[in-house]
């Protein structure tokens, strides 16, 4: 997979949607995508009415004439299948392909993805119509790319109506084949819930009281599977008219209904949306992360941005514009980070509905608004990074992310429930992010020969098969850092006896054997006052101590190296719990999740434990065990981000990865693809840059040594 465009040059535009629009907007439109330089636009996504107005009575002439137009203009389309949004004579016509909540309630059209996605008239008429669109379309000169539906499951990520129930038992049927394997799986015998047949298991609706969390882990796959199928069957019917043609659909990150990670490989270009909120500092992180994520689906394949947005969203409870520049700078951030294209929801601001005041690249003030000029300018940058495209970016770097994981952590009810989200895969890429590592993001599966360093932050399900991997990887000499909560459960979300870790103590040379959850926000379990004190009258409560209530623990370092690392990093913070500290401590982040005391083998170096004045005072926090060339690590807290940076300048020696990056500017970040070094300047201050050398793309000027960077703007030097 080359370049999605035949001009070998990276995408730049957005969703269109020209149907919301009269004819002399649309030829405006076209003159304006010229002068913006774009090249590719995305037709149709919620067109589904109008191009077939009533069932089987398809009306493609207004999208060949625009298709037409784009194709003389030079602009490229990536067609939708416009199967996201279902006309209202679906709804009324077949009800029961509304979609069905938790509650039991059938939602309502008006909106959009009011589809359930086992009703056999929205299967029917989606893929009829995505196979019309591709007959109809597949030899147009404009059409470079299928894109099928859009962002599955965002709103709707399952539904709960009797025929997916019908379609859950006979998954699992598939899956457990005799019902005592599921009664096994789920541990049916808790709270009398045994199933004599699959016909028995209900959906995981509402309830009177907590879940089964491996029946909710269970659905989840199988919702998953359902909307995947969807697209499967969407891609297979535009593939039987012509199978050169790719094919994506968009992603939204890690968004946990969805294993984009399984999904792409049924799709040939991976197509991801991402809204990082410029009102964050941390966003600039975010582009970073989620573009490790989408290129690393596919084995490092350089991924699309489908859309972002070029000011403000509106679906926040208030939505910041993009800073002056930001639109630039993460645009070419993503590039630096392995996209072949940036595109925008939307080309132009609509009129009236729902997203009326989302913005767009044409906003409502046309080409008066602000963001234009910004426009533009993005198009020239695009133009003048063709070197890239294609290229892949080279990381030694890797943290393992694993969505069953993810799925299987949120199910499970505690020891703490927080929303299913990557919180470790984010927080250990942030860390070398901010220290100029590149870092990829992959699965269990994919290929780690190529790893000098191999972070493994919170795989929550016990992998057999894959811990026998990281061993062969720690052995041939790569640093293998594994932190908690890892080894919980095995694949069906039943909990791992004889200790956490489970097939990874071995090689960790470790075993958990007790969480120790800290809770900064202490529940009272409704009772008021619980937890108040008087000191001058309460004379008991005033003497009891809970220092699960403070949310975090002290480590007291017995590494040199982590020392040397934290005299690296200078002043130490403030002990946060007040009083004497020992010289060298690390605290683990005040919203540590779990802590974990283990069990040695005595191979095992501690290079820092829980200080004496935590209940786990004197338990192993962070360990070490030399295999062969390389090391196996635990680290059995939540490091906060200095413990963190700590260890992984420790490891990135160990490693030998290039740390150079450290020292640039603050703000400044550098990521190499291919043939060009990009420089982006993230902060409000100019910066200056040494030993800067070679032509810069984006100012078409030469870098001969010394450069300045202004506030939020990047420089992409091609080497000579
Ligand atoms: C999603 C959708 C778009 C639009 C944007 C708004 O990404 O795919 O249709 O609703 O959100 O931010
Ligand atoms: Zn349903």
Redesign the pocket.
Known sequence: MNSILPTNELCYGG?WNPEQWPAETVREDIELMREAGVNLVTLG?FSWAKLEPRPGHYNFAWLREIMDQCAAAGIYVDLATGTASPPVWMARQYPESLPVDEAGVRLSFGSRQQYCPSNPAYKERSVALAGALAREFADHPALVMWHIN??YG?HVHGCYCTACEGEFQAWLREKYGSIEALNHAWNTSFWSQTYNDFTDVYLPRKMPAQHNSSQVLDHARFADSQLRGLCIAEVQKVREVDPSIPVTT?FMGEFPFTNGREWAKHLDVVAD?S?PDPALAGSAHEVAFTSALMRGYRGGQPFLLM?Q?PGA?Q?RPENSPKRPGQLALWSLSRVAHGADGVLH?QWRQSPGGA?MM?SAMVAHAGKNAQTWAEVVQLGQYLHRLTPVVGQRVQARACIVADWESMRARAAVVGPDSLPPAMHGARAWHRTLWEMNIVADVVGIDDDLAGYDLVIVPELFIDYPHFSARLQAEAERGAQVLVAAPTGVVDEFGRAILGGYLGSLSNLLGVRVTQHAVASPNAQRWNIPNLDEVDPRVDRITRAVQVPAKQGFHNLEVRSEELKRALDQIGTPRPNPRGGERAEYVMATSEASDFTDPMWLNDEVEVMAQFGYESDLGGWPAITRRRIAKGSAWYVATDLDATGRAALARVLGAFARLDMSGMTLPDGVERVTRGPVTFYMNHSDKAVQLSGVTGFDLISQADATGHAVLAPRSAMAILSR
């Open positions: 969703d996504v859009n962002e965002c968009n949306d809204y859309e947005t969203v679906w929801f997203e989302h």
